[in-house]
């Protein structure tokens, strides 16, 4: 009854999540029908359990969800995101119409721009490129998906986005874990994707399948001269990266003792510090760049930043106020103490679960969190146990977070679908198999590499 009381709650998130219904509301609705047939008292475990764990996320990773939506916006309002992918999609042109939309989105993305604001940015140029090279529309949210979910998001070492930073709380690493690791697993998820879109394009240019006709949100034309100097523009994301590599190193090398009166140990908080202060030091820097084009709209660019961030870190929260409640159920604990038995490296059962808790919260933060925040002590005793790199746990963990968590009810499919004006039947497929398909393969090709090379 256990098992059957969660996969009907999952089954009915997906839907309203999917029918546009707001889970910060629905998720602990949905927690508490699981609940109930697992035999659980319904407030204490909606008061106890599920409003903590969501308040505990919120605390640790809020900083996080601001400063990184506040830069987002204000490379937005200022011109500078669209000045970089404009300036890559043109250079690179119509005939690599598809590579060059996949790197202006991963660009702006490893430096920390957040991803809602890339998929903004970058459609209309996307949409303009692929009309004049007669692709057909319905690859775009493909294309913009690969250079924005996968190898930037999760593997690459050093991104300054949250589904790397998580990790970093369990296990005392920082950004740049197992770099080999996640390049090869980057690499995967960049060849594979972007062999799969030039397929489908191919596969459409046979079959005499064009850009298309009377398609929602078509962008209107842009006043490209008023768009910041490429350079310029690159440099709060240049600055981003910098900084946070810089402080991820400096940082471990202070006295341990500033954290003695809250119990805490350093290298626990190195992750989130360096980001905090690298995301800061990104916005005062792109607004001073940009002062003359952002005088007298600060306040609204700041105001809008924070505002927006709300919406994202309690949506997250509460996925992950949900599946603290699901993990905490008989029939989850069953699954997981089967999956934890397997035998050999313990990336592999990390890997499942983590797949499986994203996919549940259609969040890859949110699931990785429930993971982490359950299972990561006994993930580090394990990995001690067979000598282990705990860099190689947080490096899948955080590739595994961004393969299930895509399902069609994942928030950010469904806000990408919108800004492109399409829908799932049109593009999810293409979206499925870069975003789910890619980094579930790359993440089994990173376990594969690690235990039979010691790849660190």
């Known amino acids: 009854m256990s098992i059957l009381g969660i996969l009907l709650s999952l089954a009915l998130l997906i839907y309203v999540a999917y029918r546009g219904f707001s889970v910060i509301l629905f998720a602990p609705v949905m927690a508490l029908i699981a609940a109930a047939l697992s035999g659980l008292d319904l407030l204490p475990t909606y008061t106890e359990l599920f409003m903590p764990k969501m308040v505990a996320y919120a605390k640790n990773f809020f900083p996080v969800f ?11 309002d200022t011109g500078a995101a669209r000045s970089i992918a404009h300036a890559i999609i043109e250079k690179l042109g119509k005939e690599r119409a598809i590579l060059a939309v996949v790197l202006a989105c991963a660009i702006l993305t490893y430096g920390g721009v957040s991803l809602f604001v890339v998929a903004f940015a970058v459609y209309p140029f996307a949409a303009a490129l692929f009309r004049e090279a007669d692709i057909p529309k319905r690859l775009i949210p493909g294309s913009i998906a690969l250079g924005s979910f996968t190898f930037t998001m999760t593997a690459l070492p050093g991104s300054p986005q949250i589904q790397n930073l998580i990790p970093t709380k369990y296990f005392g690493t920082n950004g740049y874990a197992a770099p080999i690791v996640g390049l090869i697993a980057g690499i995967f998820m960049f060849g594979f994707g972007l062999w799969w879109l030039e397929r489908r394009r191919k596969a459409a240019l046979a079959a005499g399948e064009g850009y298309g006709t009377g398609h929602k949100n078509e962008p209107e034309g842009m006043n490209l001269g008023d768009l910041p ?9 240049v600055a981003v990266l910098g900084i946070n590599y810089w402080l991820t190193k400096y940082i471990p090398t202070w006295d341990p003792s500033i954290l003695k009166a809250y119990n805490i140990p350093l290298k626990s908080v190195v992750g989130i510090w360096a980001i905090i202060v690298a995301l800061v030091t990104g916005i005062i820097l792109a607004i001073a760049l940009n002062f003359k084009q952002m005088k007298g709209r600060i306040a609204k660019a700041l105001n809008e930043g924070t505002v927006g961030s709300l919406l994202a870190i309690m949506n997250t929260a509460s996925e992950v106020g949900y599946g603290n409640v699901i993990s905490s159920l008989p029939g989850f604990k069953a699954i997981a103490a089967g999956l934890m038995s397997i035998k050999g490296t313990p990336l592999i059962s990390e890997a499942i679960i983590v797949n499986v808790l994203a996919g549940i919260t259609g969040s890859a933060s949110g699931g ?3 993971a982490l925040e359950t299972m990561s002590k006994q993930y580090l005793d394990l990995a001690r146990q067979v000598n282990l790199n705990p860099e190689l746990l947080h490096r899948i963990a955080s590739i595994s977070s961004g393969g299930f ?4 009810h994942n928030g950010a499919v469904i806000t990408l679908l919108a800004i492109c004006g399409l829908t799932h039947k049109q593009s999810y497929a293409d979206v499925g198999v870069v975003s789910l398909v890619g980094p579930v393969l790359a993440t089994i090709v990173a376990i594969i590499m690690t235990t039979l090379f010691r790849l660190v």
């Not at 100097?229 to 994301?237: H, K, Q, R, T, V």
């Not at 968590?405 to 069609?408: A, E, K, N, R, V």
């Open 405 to 408: 968590d895509t399902l069609p």
């Open 229 to 237: 100097n490429f350079w310029l523009s690159l440099l709060p994301l």
């Open 66 to 76: 601001m400063l990184g939506a506040v830069f987002g916006k204000v490379m937005d």
């Open 368 to 370: 990785m969190s429930i």
